[in-house]
C-alpha cells in the first residue's frame, strides 16, 4: 500500500486545520498510514514533510518494524504516545485524537511535552481512510468474494441443516473461510435461528436449528487486513406467510438503500430511502439500528449511515446496507451487502442472492 | 457467577474513596459486575446501595440485558456513559476511569451531568477482578484443561511436522479447540518456526516448517468468558546443542519464576526471580518483555509483573509466568504457564510437559 502518499494527504489536511504535526495512536490508523501491523504503536506526521515523521513501537516488534516501516525514522518505547509527544520541536502545535486518548493519556502527554501546543484534532485520518483507494476496493471485494464462495460451497454441502447447532454451523463455515485463504473472520458470526433471530446480535448457541426456522447468518472474512461484511437470512423448510412477507419487506428496504447510494446523497436521505419501505409496512418500531456503515481495515469505520448520520455519500466510499425487521419471540430478517460506491452508483461486492433461498 | 456479590464489594471499595457512585465503563467489567456480554453497555454502581444502581445498553440488546441483567434497573440508549451520568442525582461525587474514558466522552460527561462531580477513579473494579473467585479460577482451569487437551491430541496426530505451513499448524490447532468446546482462541494463535521463533510476537505466515527448526506455538483456549495462556517451544527433528542449552535455560527461568510466585511476594522480585537465571548466562538483553500478566475475562489483565511492576502477590491471583530468550536471525525459546496463586504457593493450570519434545 502507498503509505507515503497517505502521508503526504494528511500533511495537507494538517496544513489546512493550522497543526504542526500530529499524533497518531489509534492502531488501525497507524497502520493505515504506516503499514506497522502489531499492537503497540504510535506516529508523528509532520505538517513539514517526510524529514519530520517519527514512528514508535516498543521492543517486542523491532524486527517487524525494520521490515514494515523502513521509511520512518523509529524510536522503541513502551509508551510510545508521550515518547513521540516529546520529540516533536518546542512550541510545536500537535494534534491529538481527542476520541481517542484517554484522560490519563492526555495528562501523560502534557506532562511529556511541556512548551509544545496540545490540540484536539480528530477524525483526520478517518477522513482519508473513509475514501477507499482502487487498491482497497480490490482488497474488500477479495474478502467478500471468498464470503461468497465459502457460503456457496457451505451451502451445496448442506451445512445449514435441522439438528445441527448454531455454534457447529457459524464454526464450520469460519473455518471453510480459513481454508480459502482468510486470515480469520471478519467478526464473530451471527448464526441465530428460529426465535433468535428476532436478536439483531445474537451470539450462536448450542441450540439446534428445526424445520420451519428462520436462519439469520451475518459473517465475513478477514484478507490481508481487509474485512467483508454480508447477511442472509434462510429458512429451514418450506417459508410460513408472515415470514416470506418479512423476508420481501425487508429485501424491497435493502434494494431501495442500495439504490439510494450514490455520490452526493446525504447520509440520512440514505438511511430513509431504506427505512420508509420498512416503516410504511408498520414494523419502523422493529428495525432497531442504523442502515449501514463503512467497511475497510475495521469491519465497523466512518461513515455511518443512519437517521442522525452527517455528510454525504462520495465514490470511493465502501459500505454496508442492512435493513433488519425483528419480531420477539418470533425471529427477525436482515438482508446486507457490501458495497462500493462508484461515480455512477454503488456496486455490490458481496454476491450471493438476495432471494429468500429455502433450505 | 454472583454480580451482586460483586457490587457489594465495589460498594465498600467506593465508601473508601469517598465516592457515591462509581460509572463503570469498561465492557469487561461492566460484564464482570452485571453478566452483561454485549458490545455497548455502561453500569453506575452506588456506594449507598443496589437501589441507585442502573445499567444502559442500546436497543439492538433489549432482550439479553432482560435475560442477562434481569436484577438491575436498565435503561435504554445508545451514548451509554453520559446517558447514566445524567441519571444520578445532583451532588453526586461520581468515579469514573480516566485511563479508559477519553478526552471526548469526559467532555460528554461534564456537559450531561452538572451539578455532578466527576472524579477520576482507575483500576477499582480491576482491583476486584485481579483476586479471582473459586468458580473463576475454576473457569480458567477449564479452559487450560482444554488448551491441554487440544495440544495433547493434535501432537499426538503430527499436526506439527515439516512441510505445513505456520497458517496451516495454527488453524488446525484453533479449530481442534474450537471441535472440543472453546467459544474460540483467546487470542491469535502465534506458531513461529525457525527464524520467526525470534519474533517474540509473531503472526503465522505461509512459512513452511523444517527440520532443524525451532516452532514456538503461543496459545489459549477462550472458555465461558475465561482464558487460558500456554506456551512451548519444540524442535523439529534432533535439537542442536545451542537449541537444547536455550531450552534449558529457559525452562530453568521459568521453573524459578513459577517457584517465587507466591502470596506477599513483591511483584520485582517476582520477575527478578527468572530474569536473573537468563541475566547471569548472559541473554538479558534477548528477554525483552515482561515476565508475566493477570488472565481472567481477559487474555492480558492486571496483575503485571515486570521488573517495574508495584505491589505484591496474592492468594487468588491468576498469572502467566512466560520468560524467553530471542535470538535474532537463529531462533528463540518462551515456555509459560497460566498458574493460580494459593495460600502455599502457585499451581500450574495448564499441565503440557515443559521438557524439550522433539517431533
Given amino acids: 500500500m502507498p503509505t507515503p502518499e497517505r502521508r503526504d494527504a494528511l500533511r495537507a489536511l494538517l496544513r489546512a486545520d493550522g497543526l504542526d504535526a500530529l499524533l497518531v495512536t489509534d492502531l488501525i490508523d497507524v497502520r493505515y498510514l504506516s503499514g506497522f501491523t502489531g499492537s503497540n504503536a504510535a506516529f508523528v506526521v509532520s ?21 514494515e516501516v523502513a521509511d520512518v525514522r523509529t524510536v522503541l518505547a513502551r509508551a510510545c504516545a508521550p515518547t513521540l509527544a516529546a520529540t516533536v520541536p518546542a512550541a510545536t502545535t500537535l494534534g491529538y485524537a481527542s476520541d481517542q486518548v484517554t484522560v490519563d493519556g492526555h495528562a501523560a502527554l502534557v ?18 481512510r473513509a475514501v477507499k483507494e482502487p487498491g482497497e476496493v480490490v482488497a474488500v471485494r477479495t474478502a467478500c468474494a471468498l464470503a461468497d464462495e465459502a457460503l456457496a460451497g457451505f451451502l451445496a454441502d448442506g451445512g445449514i441443516v435441522a439438528g445441527r447447532t448454531e455454534r457447529d454451523v457459524a464454526l464450520d463455515l469460519e473455518t471453510r473461510m480459513r481454508r480459502l485463504g482468510a486470515d480469520g473472520p471478519a467478526f464473530e458470526t451471527i448464526l441465530a ?16 436449528l428445526h424445520v420451519g426456522d428462520l436462519v439469520k447468518l451475518d459473517f465475513g472474512a478477514l484478507v490481508a487486513g481487509y474485512h467483508s461484511d454480508m447477511t442472509r437470512t434462510f429458512v429451514l423448510g418450506p417459508p410460513a406467510d408472515w415470514q416470506r412477507e418479512l423476508h420481501d419487506l425487508v429485501a424491497a428496504a435493502q434494494r431501495a438503500g442500495c439504490a439510494a447510494l450514490a455520490p ?59 435493513p433488519g425487521v425483528y419480531l420477539e419471540g418470533r425471529g427477525g430478517v436482515r438482508i446486507e451487502d457490501t458495497l462500493a460506491v462508484r461515480d455512477d452508483g454503488a456496486e455490490a461486492l458481496t454476491g450471493t442472492t438476495r432471494e429468500l433461498v429455502q433450505l
Avoid at 426465535?195 to 446480535?201: E, K, L, T, Y
Avoid at 436521505?269 to 416503516?279: E, K, L, P, T
Avoid at 409496512?281 to 467497511?295: K, M, R, S, T, Y
Fill in 47 to 67: 505538517a513539514a514533510g517526510p524529514d519530520g515523521d517519527v514512528f514508535c513501537t516498543d521492543g517486542r516488534y523491532r524486527t517487524q518494524a525494520a521490515a
Fill in 111 to 128: 506532562a511529556a511535552a511541556p512548551g509544545r501546543y496540545l490540540r484536539a484534532a480528530t477524525g483526520l485520518v478517518g477522513r482519508l
Fill in 193 to 208: 435461528a428460529g426465535a433468535h433471530s428476532a436478536i439483531p446480535h445474537h451470539r450462536p448457541t448450542g441450540a439446534e
Fill in 264 to 322: 452526493e446523497a446525504e447520509v440520512p436521505a440514505v438511511d430513509a430511502a431504506s427505512r420508509d419501505v420498512i416503516a410504511e409496512a408498520g414494523f419502523g418500531e422493529q428495525f432497531v439500528h442504523g442502515l449501514g456503515h463503512g467497511v475497510g481495515l475495521q469491519i465497523h469505520e466512518p461513515p455511518w449511515i443512519s437517521a442522525k448520520g452527517t455528510g454525504r455519500i462520495a465514490a470511493g466510499h465502501v459500505l454496508t446496507v442492512e
